[in-house]
């Protein structure tokens, strides 16, 4: 064991059978498609070392040391007279409709070999059908609202006990959900170590146009710093049109990186820039980042407030990269250690986890 691993603590009670629901349309697997996937992947490893039985279930391809049951994504025989309907939706959302719902009704039919049934996915038939099954079924709200869901939680007799990934998205679902625990997402500090810093800013995350890449472009060239772009590309006209023209010696795109090499990025950056363009949930790149020891500059919107303080992080309002191009000097300086110790205090798997066990605990007693 060296000296930067700790041994697992043991669970706060009697281990759990957990049956995690995951994306079925993504891997969970490294490099992840997002951060749904990667905070999937942290959960279940975090669980199962803390002693719990994790069965994930989610799209094929995923990390086989999860011990993956996959949610198939078989084609649906779907008649030419109803794909004649006007009603008729594209192919990839009635596959996926398929897959969850036959995960549901063979979680609903089978044997009772959960303690625990926790939805981590996006999608509305966890919730709609959780009243057919016997085992207690936990939701985690990690988008603003959505019309399907809001449906689904609505519907008569749903017996689903939800966790939000932040006050803001908590508050976002109230309307539908009173009560739900806030449970914030964690990374593992272990494996996102602090790094040197540097002289250039780094942009991480699924690049599509509700994360603001090109805002995050556009500050660095009114400050004059070179910026590394890393991440999927999830809107291929977006990268196209708004980032690709900026691509040359200052604006660069370092591509999907696997998880230690983006670590290695992000931790010789000057600082983070993070441009939400719609309503962040929680922000993990964040989290990513301040575990790395480098101090995050970006926009007020969303969760994003809560989760940094003055000691790691230079916010502005948002959509103003007049404004965070001011601040990214000020934001450089600040202390890598401040934003080391913030990530271990309140951003790690650790906490996370220990919030999770008590969650479930609760529900399940």
């Known amino acids: 064991m060296t000296s930067t691993q700790r041994p697992a603590p043991p669970p706060v009670r009697a281990p759990l059978r957990i049956a995690l629901i995951a994306s079925a349309r993504h891997p969970i697997r490294d490099p992840f498609a997002g951060g749904l996937e990667a905070h999937t992947w942290t959960l279940s490893k975090a669980l199962r070392a803390r002693g719990h039985e994790v069965t994930v279930f989610a799209g094929p391809g995923s990390d086989p ?42 979680l609903a039919h089978g044997p009772a070999r959960y303690d625990i049934v926790h939805n981590n996915s996006l999608h509305y038939l966890p919730v709609a059908m959780a009243a057919a099954l016997s085992t207690p079924v936990v939701t985690t709200l990690h988008t603003p609202p959505t019309p399907w869901l809001e449906s689904a939680i609505q ?89 690709r023209p900026h691509l040359g010696r200052s604006i660069t795109y370092a591509g999907h990186l696997p998880q230690p090499e983006l670590r290695d990025l992000v931790g010789s950056s000057a600082a983070a820039v993070v441009t939400p363009c719609w309503d962040e949930p929680y922000g993990l790149v964040i989290a990513e980042a301040l575990a790395c020891g480098t101090p995050v500059c970006g926009f007020a919107r969303g969760a994003l407030p809560e989760i940094v303080t003055a000691d790691c992080a230079r916010l502005v309002p948002p959509g103003d990269c007049m404004a965070l191009a001011k601040v990214i000097e000020p934001t450089i300086g600040l202390s890598r250690t401040a934003a080391r110790n913030h990530a271990e205090a309140f951003c790690s798997m650790d906490v996370m986890t220990r919030s999770y066990e008590h969650f479930y605990h609760a529900v399940a007693s």
């Not at 025989?77 to 006007?86: L, Q």
């Not at 939706?89 to 969850?100: K, T």
């Not at 997402?185 to 890449?213: A, H």
């Open 155 to 243: 519907a008569a007799h749903c017996p689903v006990h939800f966790s939000a990934v932040s006050d803001h998205t908590a508050t976002a679902w109230r309307h539908v959900v009173p009560s739900a625990t806030v449970v914030r997402n964690g990374i593992d500090t272990q494996r996102w170590q602090p790094g040197p810093g540097g002289e250039e800013l780094v942009w991480s995350g699924r690049i599509v146009p509700e994360k603001g890449t090109h805002l995050a472009i556009e500050a660095a060239q009114i400050a004059g710093r070179k910026l590394r772009i890393a991440g999927p590309i999830g809107d291929s006209e977006y990268f196209e049109n708004c980032i």
């Open 65 to 106: 040391d999860l011990g993956v049951v996959e949610i198939p994504l078989s084609p649906v025989r779907i008649s030419e007279a109803a794909r004649r309907d006007p009603s008729m939706v594209a192919s990839h959302w009635v596959q996926d409709h398929h897959a969850y719902l036959q995960l549901m009704l063979d």
